[in-house]
C-alpha cells in the first residue's frame, strides 16, 4: 500500500515552497490500518449530548458514566466516538470509571476528539506550536487510559503554515504510536470549503494519520466532492444529521447520498452518528431512527 514516508515526507517539504507541496496530486493517499474489528459497527459521537449533559443525576439530562448503559439498552449500538468537551475530567479515576462502564455494557471507545479552544498547532510561533502539543500530548495520555485507536486535533478557522502544521502531526503521531494509537484529520474549520486538502495532508504526513469525513461539516458547494476524496482514506466517519423534520427527513442535504460516497469508497463503517435535539428523549428516538436507516441501506447494499 503506498505511502509516504517520512524521509520522503521531509523531503517533499522541505525541498519545495508550500505552493508546488500542496499542488502535488495525491493519487498514493490511502488508508493506513483496517480495523475489522469495528467494521459494520453504529456508534454515536458524544457531541450528540452537549446540550443535554450535567454531573448529577437530573430529570431530562444526562449524566456521561450512563452514556454506556444507554448505547447498549436504548440506542442498539457499540462505538462511543468521544469528545473532550463532553468529558467533566481528564483525571485517570474518571477515565478509568469510564472505560469500565463502557466494557460492563460491551461498548468500544474508538475515539476522542481533542476539542480543545485555542490550540494551534499549526501557528508559525514556536512557542504556541510547542503549546499546542503539550496539550494533545496530554489528551493523547488520557485517550490511552480509555483504550481509545484514534485522536482527531481540532483544526482551526484560519488556515495553517503547511510545513509546520505536517511536522506536528508527525511529533504527535511519533508519540502516539507506542500507546496503540493513530492520529484522525476531521473536515472542520479552514478544511470545510477545501475538499481535496485531507488526501493531501494524508500523502505529505504518511503513516499513522487517516480521514475522520463528517458529512455535515463541508460547506454545501463542496460537500460531495469532499466526501469522495476523503472516504477513501477513512477509518470511521460522523455520519452527521441536521434537523429532522415532522415526517423525519432530512433536506439539509442528501444522507442517502454521503452513505452512497462512502459505500461505494469501500468503507463499512464505523458509523457515528451526530445529531442534535433540544429534548433528550427525542434525541434519543431519532438517534435510534438514524440507525434503522442505516442498517436498511447497509442490507439493500449487502443482497
Given at each position: 500500500?503506498?505511502?509516504?514516508?517520512?524521509?520522503?515526507?521531509?523531503?517533499?517539504?522541505?525541498?519545495?515552497?508550500?505552493?508546488?507541496?500542496?499542488?502535488?496530486p495525491?493519487?498514493?493517499?490511502?488508508?493506513?490500518?483496517?480495523?475489522?474489528?469495528?467494521?459494520?459497527?453504529?456508534?454515536?459521537?458524544?457531541?450528540s449530548?452537549?446540550?443535554?449533559?450535567?454531573?448529577?443525576?437530573?430529570?431530562?439530562?444526562?449524566v456521561?458514566?450512563?452514556?454506556?448503559?444507554?448505547?447498549?439498552?436504548?440506542?442498539?449500538?457499540?462505538?462511543?466516538?468521544?469528545?473532550?468537551?463532553?468529558?467533566?475530567?481528564?483525571?485517570?479515576?474518571?477515565?478509568?470509571?469510564f472505560?469500565?462502564?463502557?466494557?460492563?455494557?460491551?461498548?468500544?471507545?474508538?475515539?476522542?476528539?481533542?476539542?480543545?479552544?485555542?490550540?494551534?498547532?499549526?501557528?508559525?510561533?514556536?512557542?504556541?506550536r510547542?503549546?499546542?502539543?503539550?496539550?494533545?500530548?496530554?489528551?493523547?495520555?488520557?485517550?490511552?487510559?480509555?483504550?481509545?485507536?484514534?485522536?482527531?486535533p481540532?483544526?482551526?478557522?484560519?488556515?495553517?503554515?503547511?510545513?509546520?502544521?505536517?511536522?506536528?502531526y508527525?511529533?504527535?503521531?511519533?508519540?502516539?504510536?507506542?500507546k496503540?494509537?493513530?492520529?484522525?484529520?476531521?473536515?472542520?474549520?479552514?478544511?470545510?470549503?477545501?475538499?481535496?486538502?485531507?488526501?493531501?495532508?494524508?500523502?505529505?504526513?504518511?503513516?499513522?494519520?487517516?480521514?475522520?469525513p463528517?458529512?455535515?461539516?463541508?460547506?454545501?458547494?463542496?460537500?460531495?466532492?469532499?466526501?469522495?476524496?476523503?472516504?477513501?482514506l477513512?477509518?470511521?466517519?460522523?455520519?452527521?444529521a441536521?434537523?429532522?423534520?415532522?415526517?423525519?427527513?432530512?433536506?439539509a442535504?442528501?444522507?442517502?447520498?454521503?452513505?452512497?460516497?462512502?459505500w461505494?469508497?469501500?468503507?463499512?463503517g464505523p458509523w457515528?452518528?451526530?445529531?442534535?435535539?433540544?429534548?433528550?428523549?427525542?434525541?434519543?428516538?431519532?438517534?435510534?431512527y438514524l440507525?434503522?436507516?442505516?442498517?436498511?441501506?447497509?442490507?439493500?447494499?449487502?443482497?
Open positions: 500500500m503506498p505511502i509516504f514516508s517520512r524521509r520522503r515526507m521531509i523531503q517533499t517539504v522541505g525541498a519545495s515552497t508550500v505552493g508546488v507541496s500542496w499542488l502535488q495525491a493519487a498514493e493517499a490511502q488508508s493506513n490500518v483496517a480495523h475489522s474489528d469495528v467494521t459494520g459497527l453504529f456508534g454515536v459521537t458524544t457531541g449530548f452537549t446540550r443535554h449533559l450535567t454531573q448529577t443525576a437530573e430529570s431530562g439530562k444526562l456521561m458514566l450512563d452514556l454506556p448503559k444507554i448505547m447498549k439498552n436504548e440506542l442498539g449500538m457499540r462505538v462511543i466516538d468521544l469528545m473532550t468537551a463532553t468529558l467533566p475530567s481528564l483525571d485517570k479515576e474518571y477515565l478509568d470509571k472505560r469500565d462502564q463502557a466494557e460492563k455494557h460491551d461498548c468500544i471507545i474508538t475515539n476522542l476528539k481533542m476539542n480543545q479552544p485555542g490550540i494551534d498547532m499549526g501557528s508559525p510561533i514556536a512557542a504556541t510547542a503549546q499546542a502539543i503539550d496539550v494533545y500530548k496530554r489528551t493523547i495520555d488520557a485517550a490511552a487510559i480509555l483504550g481509545c485507536r484514534w485522536v482527531r481540532l483544526p482551526l478557522p484560519d488556515r495553517p503554515e503547511l510545513n509546520d502544521y505536517v511536522a506536528s508527525r511529533i504527535l503521531i511519533d508519540y502516539a504510536r507506542p496503540g494509537i493513530s492520529l484522525l484529520i476531521e473536515n472542520f474549520g479552514w478544511i470545510k470549503s477545501e475538499p481535496d486538502v485531507i488526501p493531501r495532508i494524508i500523502q505529505l504526513v504518511g503513516k499513522g494519520l487517516d480521514a475522520c463528517d458529512t455535515g461539516n463541508w460547506t454545501d458547494e463542496v460537500r460531495y466532492q469532499g466526501l469522495a476524496q476523503a472516504f477513501p477513512a477509518v470511521t466517519c460522523d455520519f452527521k441536521l434537523a429532522l423534520d415532522a415526517h423525519r427527513q432530512h433536506s442535504y442528501d444522507l442517502r447520498r454521503c452513505f452512497q460516497i462512502g461505494d469508497a469501500g468503507f463499512r457515528c452518528f451526530e445529531h442534535f435535539h433540544s429534548s433528550l428523549a427525542e434525541l434519543l428516538r431519532e438517534l435510534v440507525r434503522d436507516t442505516l442498517t436498511d441501506w447497509v442490507r439493500q447494499k449487502s443482497e
